[in-house]
């Protein structure tokens, strides 16, 4: 099977497979049972193969078959996390540690910690004492409408992947750039004769012209993209495989000769912008001790006076700049001269607003005027950008105690503040957010018709992808605050992970949280039950290639009932960061049906990867009077000496606050102001163009002629719907 590494890409974001065998042109009636044995494999994880692929394959070779079965199973196990044995400490989890007293959990602890940890031993032990894994006859339930729909794909879908993540209207996630990385290495055509003119985020770009340049292409080729001296520093970041977003410090590379020629050519070519620099002065400067503008001050004079004057002139810049000049004017109450300094930089004006409307109404001026010319301007304004404005106005005087602020580019360092703004007239709110969303319509309007347009209501519950620079790897792309529905009132936790050369003890917990988020009980390490809810013990350590790993049964009608939320903890109890381990992943699977081994794929509802550098990581809340996962995906690395959910306590409870109590805009939302804007909204599915829906799974065999997307189609929405 040809083209593994773009196909594994196409798995994973679309769920799809290219092609690459010769087609005997017609159907091979002996090919039945290899198809049929492929799809019964799959669907054990979960999956199944869609109409066309099974007719397209019917027409191949048992060879080619093989080859899309190996394929798939050894990707698709990696997708679910399907990891060897996956056993939890105690066997017949959950009756056996249900049946426990607590005398005999502290025995057997004791025990375990006195073997070393040492789970082969552990299990012997446990043999004596007639603790073992009993034969389970798994049931045979039918849960075909719930499997995820494998379909083909053509060079046509490929190269509109491409197009749509080049084109993206938000900041590319890790994930993303390892799946652009992919594409680059491995299509087969020249991905600069699909390159726009333009590249919305700077950050995106500068990663596109490092990708081109690993493949050879000179970096002068791209020079019409490279418009300031952010953009340059930026790139200079990318080529160090530093923080783009630039809120974090880099260590720059040595740059070869020709490099710092090109860098300081481009600075040379562009206007000098001092305030630019300034706003990131160590950078530059730090910068300039490895590109060596004094060395070349006569060939590239530009670029060395403004380093040159950035160094030695600080307090001459800092007079003149953008930032100095709204300050004085917010500090003088001077509201046409802050009008006018925002007024020549549109987005700069979108981020402060709130703060001229609050320093308007003090001052009794005309707020409504402030906010008319601020939506003449508003052209310039992303429409992620502009969306999220009027989310806020609509809710802008549903003051909470505190509000939370996400750094970025460095989620983990997430704090609260006292919420101490004050209220505005909701008439004046109401008009903010009126005004803005028919701004988004008009601007919309400009783009190419969707025709009729259906929008399934569950849309509703997703949160519209604008920012998932931090998210983490996942098998549904979502934005922080998204909601899955559970299908079943029982669900398992899972966590799985593998160490490197050091012991790791990880440890799930969860937190019950009533509906004023006073914490009522935990399940962890400490404590293996309580009502509804089971752990499986104590994983501490999980040596290669084994590994370990930890479970947690939740019986939703059993619950304590006086619990509204239950937070969902993982924590690094010996301090290793997640990125160090060989493998670590966390999710949660629907017990609808009795299991036969403790961890099923086929019923693995949420799985995602915890790769990052910190030692706390929040995955997602359980929202029982919904019956909802809402996806949290915060992670921060914790201070104390002893990492649990005990010690952390504060700083968990306020993220799970501030994740629900946070409002942002709907992926409903967006998709009907498209439809709004650039075409008719429809009730009937049949008459559609275009399906938002997040059922494609249901649909992908019935729906021939209309394009299907999904929340989770997260490079077609910030490509094309914003």
Same mark, same amino acid.
């Given at each position: 099977?040809?083209?593994?590494?773009?196909?594994?890409?196409?798995?994973?974001?679309?769920?799809?497979?290219?092609?690459?065998?010769?087609?005997?042109?017609?159907?091979?009636?002996?090919?039945?049972?290899?198809?049929?044995?492929?799809?019964?494999?799959?669907?054990?994880?979960?999956?199944?193969?869609?109409?066309?692929?099974?007719?397209?394959?019917?027409?191949?070779?048992?060879?080619?078959?093989?080859?899309?079965?190996?394929?798939?199973?050894?990707?698709?196990?990696?997708?679910?996390?399907?990891?060897?044995?996956?056993?939890?400490?105690?066997?017949?989890?959950?009756?056996?540690?249900?049946?426990?007293?607590?005398?005999?959990?502290?025995?057997?602890?004791?025990?375990?910690?006195?073997?070393?940890?040492?789970?082969?031993?552990?299990?012997?032990?446990?043999?004596?004492?007639?603790?073992?894994?009993?034969?389970?006859?798994?049931?045979?339930?039918?849960?075909?409408?719930?499997?995820?729909?494998?379909?083909?794909?053509s060079l046509e879908d490929l190269q509109n992947l491409i197009i749509d993540m080049i084109n993206s209207k938000t900041v590319y996630s890790k994930q993303d750039k390892e799946d652009l990385e992919v594409l680059f290495e491995y299509y087969a055509f020249d991905i600069k004769q699909i390159l726009p003119e333009k590249i919305y985020f700077k950050e995106n770009m500068v990663y596109i012209i490092k990708l081109f340049v690993v493949k050879g292409v000179d970096i002068k080729e791209f020079s019409y993209l490279l418009k300031t001296y952010t953009d340059i520093l930026r790139l200079a970041v990318e080529?160090?495989?530093?923080?783009?977003?630039?809120?974090?410090?880099?260590?720059?590379?040595?740059?070869?000769?020709?490099?710092?020629?090109?860098?300081?050519?481009?600075?040379?070519?562009?206007?000098?912008?001092?305030?630019?620099?300034?706003?990131?002065?160590?950078?530059?400067?730090?910068?300039?001790?490895?590109?060596?503008?004094?060395?070349?001050?006569?060939?590239?004079?530009?670029?060395?006076?403004?380093?040159?004057?950035?160094?030695?002139?600080?307090?001459?810049?800092?007079?003149?700049?953008?930032?100095? *000049?709204?300050?004085?004017?917010? #500090?003088? =109450? $001077?509201? %046409? &001269?802050? !009008?006018?300094?925002? @007024?020549?930089?549109?987005?700069?004006?979108?981020?402060?607003?709130?703060?001229?409307?609050?320093?308007?109404?003090?001052?009794?001026?005309?707020?409504?005027?402030?906010?008319?010319?601020?939506?003449?301007?508003?052209?310039?304004?992303?429409?992620?950008?502009?969306?999220?404005?009027?989310?806020?106005?609509?809710?802008?005087?549903?003051?909470?105690?505190?509000?939370?602020?996400?750094?970025?580019?460095?989620?983990?360092?997430?704090?609260?503040?006292?919420?101490?703004?004050?209220?505005?007239?909701?008439?004046?709110?109401?008009?903010?957010?009126?005004?803005?969303?028919?701004?988004?319509?008009?601007?919309?309007?400009?783009?190419?018709?969707?025709?009729?347009?259906?929008?399934?209501?569950?849309?509703? *519950?997703?949160?519209?992808?604008? #920012?998932? =620079? $931090?998210? %983490? &790897?996942? !098998?549904?792309?979502? @934005?922080?605050?998204?909601?899955?529905?559970?299908?079943?009132?029982?669900?398992?936790?899972?966590?799985?992970?593998?160490?490197?050369?050091?012991?790791?003890?990880?440890?799930?917990?969860?937190?019950?949280?009533?509906?004023?988020?006073?914490?009522?009980?935990?399940?962890?390490?400490?404590?293996?039950?309580?009502?509804?809810?089971?752990?499986?013990?104590?994983?501490?350590?999980?040596?290669?290639?084994?590994?370990?790993?930890?479970?947690?049964?939740?019986?939703?009608?059993?619950?304590?009932?006086?619990?509204?939320?239950?937070?969902?903890?993982?924590?690094?109890?010996?301090?290793?960061?997640?990125?160090?381990?060989?493998?670590?992943?966390?999710?949660?699977?629907?017990?609808?049906?009795?299991?036969?081994?403790?961890?099923?794929?086929?019923?693995?509802?949420?799985?995602?990867?915890?790769?990052?550098?910190?030692?706390?990581?929040?995955?997602?809340?359980?929202?029982?009077?919904?019956?909802?996962?809402?996806?949290?995906?915060?992670?921060?690395?914790?201070?104390?000496?002893?990492?649990?959910?005990?010690?952390?306590?504060?700083?968990?409870?306020?993220?799970?606050?501030?994740?629900?109590?946070?409002?942002?805009?709907?992926?409903?939302?967006?998709?009907?102001?498209?439809?709004?804007?650039?075409?008719?909204?429809?009730?009937?599915?049949?008459?559609?163009?275009?399906?938002?829906?997040?059922?494609?799974?249901?649909?992908?065999?019935?729906?021939?002629?209309?394009?299907?997307?999904?929340?989770?189609?997260?490079?077609?929405?910030?490509?094309?719907?914003?």
């Open positions: 099977m040809n083209n593994l590494q773009i196909n594994e890409v196409l798995l994973k974001r679309k769920q799809q497979i290219l092609p690459s065998t010769i087609l005997n042109g017609e159907f091979n009636q002996d090919l039945k049972i290899e198809v049929a044995q492929l799809n019964n494999v799959l669907m054990k994880l979960g999956y199944r193969l869609s109409y066309n692929l099974t007719q397209y394959l019917m027409m191949t070779t048992k060879e080619y078959i093989l080859e899309v079965k190996v394929f798939l199973l050894k990707k698709i196990r990696e997708m679910v996390g399907y990891a060897r044995e996956m056993k939890p400490l105690f066997p017949n989890f959950p009756q056996v540690v249900s049946s426990m007293d607590v005398v005999d959990i502290i025995i057997f602890n004791i025990i375990y910690a006195d073997l070393g940890f040492d789970r082969d031993a552990f299990d012997k032990v446990l043999n004596l004492f007639g603790i073992v894994e009993d034969e389970i006859k798994e049931e045979d339930k039918n849960i075909s409408s719930n499997l995820k729909v494998i379909d083909i794909a080529l160090s495989d530093g923080d783009t977003s630039l809120s974090q410090k880099t260590r720059f590379k040595n740059f070869t000769r020709r490099e710092r020629k090109i860098l300081l050519q481009l600075f040379d070519n562009c206007k000098v912008n001092l305030e630019d620099m300034l706003r990131h002065r160590q950078m530059y400067l730090r910068l300039g001790e490895k590109i060596h503008p004094g060395e070349y001050r006569e060939k590239y004079s530009k670029a060395f006076k403004a380093f040159d004057m950035l160094r030695n002139n600080e307090d001459d810049i800092k007079r003149n700049t953008f930032n100095h *000049k709204k300050e004085m004017y917010f #500090k003088n =109450r $001077d509201i %046409s &001269k802050i !009008l006018e300094v925002l @007024e020549s930089r549109p987005g700069e004006f979108a981020r402060s607003l709130n703060r001229v409307l609050t320093s308007s109404e003090n001052l009794k001026e005309d707020s409504f005027k402030i906010i008319d010319r601020f939506i003449k301007l508003a052209d310039n304004v992303p429409i992620a950008t502009l969306l999220s404005l009027q989310e806020y106005f609509l809710h802008r005087n549903d003051l909470e105690s505190y509000r939370v602020f996400y750094p970025k580019g460095n989620i983990s360092k997430v704090y609260a503040l006292e919420n101490n703004l004050q209220e505005l007239d909701e008439n004046l709110c109401s008009y903010a957010a009126t005004s803005i969303q028919n701004k988004i319509i008009e601007i919309l309007s400009k783009k190419e018709p969707l025709g009729k347009v259906f929008i399934d209501k569950s849309l509703e *519950k997703y949160v519209a992808p604008l #920012k998932m =620079r $931090d998210t %983490s &790897k996942t !098998l549904m792309p979502m @934005e922080r605050g998204s909601r899955v529905d559970i299908e079943n009132k029982k669900i398992r936790l899972f966590l799985h992970w593998v160490e490197n050369t050091r012991n790791t003890d990880l440890d799930l917990s969860i937190v019950l949280y009533d509906e004023d988020f006073y914490e009522i009980d935990d399940v962890s390490y400490m404590n293996l039950k309580t009502n509804g809810c089971v752990h499986s013990g104590d994983v501490r350590s999980a040596p290669a290639p084994k590994g370990g790993t930890e479970y947690v049964d939740i019986n939703l009608d059993k619950i304590n009932e006086q619990c509204r939320y239950i937070s969902v903890c993982i924590n690094a109890y010996t301090h290793e960061k997640f990125y160090e381990l060989q493998e670590c992943f966390v999710g949660y699977m629907d017990l609808n049906k009795k299991l036969k081994t403790p961890y099923n794929p086929s019923c693995v509802k949420f799985k995602a990867d915890l790769t990052s550098e910190t030692t706390v990581s929040l995955p997602f809340i359980i929202d029982i009077a919904s019956n909802q996962i809402v996806w949290c995906d915060i992670e921060y690395t914790s201070l104390g000496d002893i990492n649990n959910i005990i010690t952390n306590s504060n700083r968990n409870t306020m993220v799970v606050k501030s994740i629900l109590d946070t409002y942002k805009p709907k992926m409903e939302k967006l998709a009907r102001l498209n439809a709004i804007a650039r075409g008719v909204v429809v009730d009937d599915i049949s008459e559609a163009d275009i399906i938002f829906t997040d059922k494609k799974d249901n649909l992908v065999d019935v729906i021939q002629n209309a394009r299907i997307i999904t929340p989770f189609d997260t490079e077609i929405i910030s490509s094309e719907l914003l």
